[in-house]
């Protein structure tokens, strides 16, 4: 979408079934750039396919302009038939009759139309808007009436606060081109009155979330009016690709296509790496659908806050508020600013450590991460768009596509991790078709500087992360199977053809699905004697719920979004600020402080997973830490920072840092693509062998209990190890010696998933797995309405219960084949821990022994410290022994 003069064109000079959007384009002073011009056409053809453009670029009137266009065409020729028939009728009986259901070919873009009236509010021409201009097109463009509606459009999103975003950006066309459209909300966060509405059928276009779509099919009578529906619209729909919503949604989309096999499916994605899988995913049933290449991306450019020549930077580990003076500078010199961290923790971290240097107003500052309080992220976005606020430190929950037009930079805390990451939140800023990104990066530690420069080379290259899509992920399959009980039933046969058409069940056998069944029906073998895992109920060949009971349990828990134990914080007096994990506030005692929502909280009691606080009138706190916060490196930025150390230092990080690089190869050697690094060092009264496959945390985690192991059973011994995101350690308890050889036996890629069972605690692991794998699958019900939530002791308790007695009366129970299987797709990453060794066995093994530390293996060591007894913190012990080690090598 091109900004260009104002004008206004005669709609009668432009030709061809967007005219009207093109007039109303042209209205602004815009022209429809070519890639929304082609999903138009594609749209009223017939067509559904995947629209691949950057944020910022018009994407929603590309996906929105063809429903558009389809709803004033048939306003307009079903006001003409009305006119005619009535014309006609009133002529020979004196009586208006009402048009008949017209059914219109799905291959033109046209579908059903009401039974009744349709008419025009204003005087004027029928079937198009009237001339407009950039002032008064919404006010002069006729009103057209669907009496009475079917729901036409669906908008899905993943996440609310997109939602409302979403629903601003529709009403302003859809008012403008005179279409009377009903448009509501289906989230988590709609009013009472969107929320009867959308199961009353009372709108025309609904924006709704993966779940919310799944909670109106497990209703009987919202069927026919899904059937209904012309067109549905996926946004976002790389960041749903590679998880479990997504699965959700392809199951949904499926239902979707059996009420209405006509309907026209069309997914919004930013650039992936592999787009045909996410294509197929989305459409599986139209394996040649079209892939629309938006606008390329935009031209983004990357700058470093970098260090002084003499100034002291840390080596790693660091949260990098010694920039804290370069960021504020950088804050003033913008009206508006989005600060990125990766971690909830470090948001509230430089949160407050901006509050305390802030030299404007307080409320110009604002907190926005996913554990805060609706309201609260409300009002940060709020303050963005009015530009009442000049900075917001945030972390992925603003990563998406949030219209912010007012922002006019963005800075990145740390390493973004990935490129895509990078590119999506740069893009924040001058969130503007046409308009350049640009993001400001600062460095936590050294070694980050070569990630931003990694980083430029990706992009500038185009080299883009791939999201694989999960498969087979029974428990969705089982939750999704309730809820098509609970909506009206099922029929087996039906149902199981229906799911091989998705891309996620594909390959689902026959005994897998009557594993699916039997769960649905009595909780498989071992607990089909428990009255409270009898939930689907089998007449025939038809499945239905009936029981109220487990009707109302399973809507609240319909979803795949799991979290650990949240305790809501709550203000003695005020409102909620949002929720903390169990495992952190049940540490503290009353009075105790803490630091969270931009403010300092004393703890007053904790009572029914409510933690009730006051704020503190001075001092400080702890900041809460969330499970799961530490993201690893990207394959495809890991891979451009191997050969960033290897090659020639053009960019200004690598310059920075070059005494630093200058020190490590004199010391040992720098990473390269065609090289693994190891080093074997003796220092600080232990051994350490430091691998360095550039694989990601991880990898690297199932990496080095495997080395562990297959070291352990050629000389006895006992080993420590942690894990970055370069390569690992690992610290043998008795003197051992080990040579080149000795590591690349260990590197082998044979018999890597018999050693990994051996080499872990694999019962655990799946234990842990099984617990989000049990929820997701309806094992573990919430609480309902009105009683205190279940702590996560209460689930633990529970699902380590169920989870033993299916090992032990049901070992082949499909729940718990999937929980190991997911251990080693997700937690260990086995697909990738193999490319891994099999890229490390081609590889020269460069092995260096040495008497100190280096440059690549001190982060590692000091990572290895946090484990240990001592009466110094870890950050004491990191500092002394940095200082030392630079003294040694200084000159």
């Not at 308890?733 to 018999?754: G, S």
Request: aromatic share 6%.
């Amino acid at each position: 979408m091109r900004r260009g003069r104002l004008r206004s064109t005669p709609l009668k000079r432009l030709r061809g079934p967007d005219a009207p959007l093109r007039a109303w384009f042209d209205a602004q002073g815009w022209t429809p750039a070519p890639f929304q011009r082609e999903v138009w056409r594609r749209y009223l053809a017939g067509e559904s396919g995947l629209l691949q453009t950057p944020t910022g670029s018009g994407k929603t009137l590309a996906a929105l302009g063809g429903p558009l266009l389809e709803a004033l065409a048939l306003a307009a020729d079903a006001t003409k038939r009305t006119a005619q028939v009535a014309s006609t009728a009133t002529g020979a009986t004196g009586r208006v009759i009402d048009t008949a259901t017209r059914r219109a070919d799905p291959r033109r873009g046209t579908g059903r139309l009401s039974s009744t009236t349709a008419s025009v509010s204003t005087t004027g021409t029928r079937g198009r808007t009237q001339e407009p201009d950039a002032t008064t097109a919404r006010a002069r463009a006729p009103r057209i009436r669907h009496v009475p509606r079917d729901l036409s459009l669906l908008w899905i999103t993943p996440l609310r606060a997109l939602a409302a975003d979403t629903l601003r950006a529709m009403r302003t066309p859809i008012e403008a081109l005179g279409l009377d459209w009903q448009v509501g909300l289906r989230t988590g966060d709609a009013s009472a009155r969107d929320k009867r509405l959308a199961r009353e059928g009372k709108l025309d276009a609904l924006i709704t979330t993966p779940e919310s779509l799944s909670l109106l099919l497990s209703y009987p009578d919202t069927a026919p009016q899904l059937a209904t529906l012309r067109c549905v619209i996926v946004d976002e729909w790389h960041e749903l690709l590679g998880n479990k919503r997504g699965v959700l949604l392809q199951l949904a989309l499926a239902r979707l296509r059996a009420l209405n096999p006509a309907l026209r499916i069309w997914g919004v994605s930013a650039t992936l790496g592999n787009l045909d899988e996410a294509r197929d995913a989305l459409l599986p049933h139209l394996p040649e659908a079209p892939t629309v290449a938006g606008v390329a991306p935009k031209v983004m450019t990357i700058d470093t806050l970098l260090p002084d020549e003499d100034e002291r930077f840390p080596w790693g580990g660091h949260l990098g508020l010694a920039q804290l003076p370069r960021v504020l500078e950088r804050l003033m010199a913008e009206r508006t600013s989005l600060l990125f961290c990766n971690t909830r923790s470090q948001a509230e971290l430089w949160h407050r450590a901006l509050s305390a240097v802030w030299p404007e107003a307080p409320e110009t500052l604002a907190l926005h991460h996913g554990s805060l309080d609706p309201k609260l992220r409300g009002d940060a976005e709020n303050g963005l768009r009015e530009g009442s606020v000049r900075c917001v430190v945030a972390t992925s929950s603003l990563d998406l596509g949030v219209d912010f037009p007012a922002v006019d930079q963005v800075l990145q805390i740390g390493s973004p991790k990935g490129v895509a990451r990078l590119l999506q939140r740069a893009g924040r800023a001058k969130h503007r078709p046409g308009e350049a990104g640009h993001v400001v990066c600062v460095p936590t530690h050294a070694l980050e500087l070569v990630e931003y420069a990694a980083a430029r080379e990706a992009v500038a290259q185009g080299t883009i992360e791939s999201r694989p899509a999960p498969r087979l992920s029974l428990d969705v399959l089982a939750q999704h199977c309730v809820t098509l009980a609970l909506g009206g039933g099922f029929t087996g046969d039906a149902l199981l053809a229906e799911v091989r058409g998705t891309q996620a069940f594909r390959a689902l056998d026959d005994t897998s699905w009557r594993a699916v069944l039997d769960f649905i029906v009595q909780g498989g073998q071992a607990l089909a004697h428990y009255p409270d895992f009898r939930r689907v109920e089998r007449d025939g060949d038809l499945y239905r719920v009936t029981d109220r009971r487990v009707a109302l349990r399973h809507r609240l828990s319909i979803g795949t979004i799991t979290s650990d134990g949240a305790v809501r914080v709550k203000l003695m007096r005020g409102g909620g600020l949002g929720a903390v994990e169990e495992s952190f506030v049940g540490r503290m005692r009353p009075g105790d402080r803490f630091q969270f929502a931009g403010r300092t909280l004393e703890l007053v009691r904790l009572e029914d997973m409510t933690a009730y606080v006051r704020v503190a009138k001075a001092g400080t706190g702890t900041v809460p830490k969330w499970n799961g916060g530490r993201m690893p490196l990207s394959s495809a930025l890991a891979h451009e920072v191997e050969r960033v150390f290897d090659g020639p230092r053009r960019a200004p990080e690598m310059r920075a840092i070059a005494r630093l690089l200058d020190l490590q190869d004199h010391l040992s050697a720098l990473p390269a693509p065609d090289r693994l690094l190891v080093e074997w060092v003796q220092a600080r009264g232990g051994r350490h062998l430091f691998v360095f496959p550039f694989a990601g945390r991880h990898v690297h985690e199932g990496l080095a209990a495997l080395l562990a192991l297959r070291w352990g059973r050629r000389v006895r011994n006992s080993f420590t190890f942690a894990v970055n995101d370069y390569g690992l350690v690992l610290s043998p308890a008795q003197a051992v010696e080990i040579e080149t050889a000795d590591v690349a036996a260990l590197l082998t890629p044979e018999r890597l998933l018999e050693d990994l069972r051996e080499s872990l605690n694999l019962a655990e692991l799946a234990r842990r797995q099984f617990r989000d794998i049990a929820r997701v699958a309806g094992l573990l019900p919430p609480s309902l309405p009105g009683r205190a939530p279940r702590s996560m002791r209460q689930l633990q308790a529970s699902s380590g219960l169920l989870f033993d007695v299916l090992r032990q009366h049901d070992p082949e129970h499909m729940l718990l084949a999937l929980a190991e299987r997911e251990v080693f797709a997700a937690q260990l990453e086995v697909v990738r821990l193999r490319e891994t060794l099999e890229d490390c066995s081609r590889r020269t093994l460069d092995l260096h022994p040495m008497k100190t530390f280096t440059p690549m293996s001190f982060p590692l060591w000091a990572e290895s410290l946090r484990g240990q007894l001592s009466t110094e913190d870890w950050r004491t012990r990191v500092q002394r022994a940095a200082a030392q080690l630079e003294k040694r090598n200084r000159g």
